[in-house]
């Protein structure tokens, strides 16, 4: 049995699969930053009409967005500091900073899901193609000698597999670099807004005299 061809059928397969994994991801992630902003926009709309820290229980209690649940954070971090009378001042602000920073990397870390998937699929599948182009050519090389005829009716078959597995590679390259760039916008626009609800966050907390 000849392991060459198989090679590339192989690389065609693993191509394919690598495909419908980048279309799969794109599909999902679409639909969670669509549920995501949707959640995110009425959750601002609210935010701007909070005066003190403590009405923001009430907004929070209705909303799924990850600012409500940055918000939370801050709030349940609030009360255990507030209980707990051994900790000064300063040292309170630094226990509510804290867990603002610990959700809001939990939440980016939600958002980056299945980006660096995207990202290496895209630097490697024009590779792997790459590499079944090669592998085909060398078989057709194979069989030209194999044959002694370099006749169109001898390479064709090889040669067509070959260029295929290129074309494969960039079809699957391409998307899953696109979506990339487009989802690290989004992620970088998203962090952004992180930091502007969890400044705020504290501004209200100082204002509100929450820290003790």
Same mark, same amino acid.
């Given at each position: 049995m000849d392991l060459v061809p198989d090679i590339v059928d192989l690389v065609l397969y693993l191509l394919g699969v690598l495909s419908v994994l980048v279309w799969s991801i794109i599909i999902i992630k679409s639909w969670a930053w669509f549920k995501s902003r949707n959640e995110t926009n009425h959750f601002l709309s609210e935010w701007q009409q909070v005066k003190t820290i403590y009405e923001l229980p009430k907004i929070i209690s209705h909303?799924?967005?990850?600012?409500? !649940?940055?918000?939370?954070?801050?709030? !349940?971090a609030m009360n255990e500091a507030m209980a707990n009378s051994v900790l000064r001042r300063n040292e309170r602000q630094e226990v509510i900073l804290l867990s603002l920073k610990q959700q809001a990397y939990l939440e980016q870390k939600r958002m980056d899901g299945g980006v660096a998937v995207l990202a290496s699929i895209g630097s490697t599948a024009p590779f792997i193609g790459l590499f079944g182009t090669v592998w085909g050519i060398m078989n057709a090389l194979k069989t030209i000698t194999a044959t002694g005829s370099a006749g169109l009716d001898v390479v064709a078959g090889p040669i067509g597999e070959a260029l295929i597995a290129t074309a494969i590679g960039i079809a699957t390259a391409v998307p899953a670099v696109l979506a990339y760039n487009y989802f690290m916008r989004k992620q970088k626009v998203h962090r952004a807004d992180m930091e502007q609800v969890a400044s705020r966050f504290q501004s209200l907390l100082t204002q509100s005299g929450a820290e003790g």
């Open positions: 909303s799924n967005s990850s600012f409500a !649940r940055l918000c939370d954070a801050g709030m !349940r």
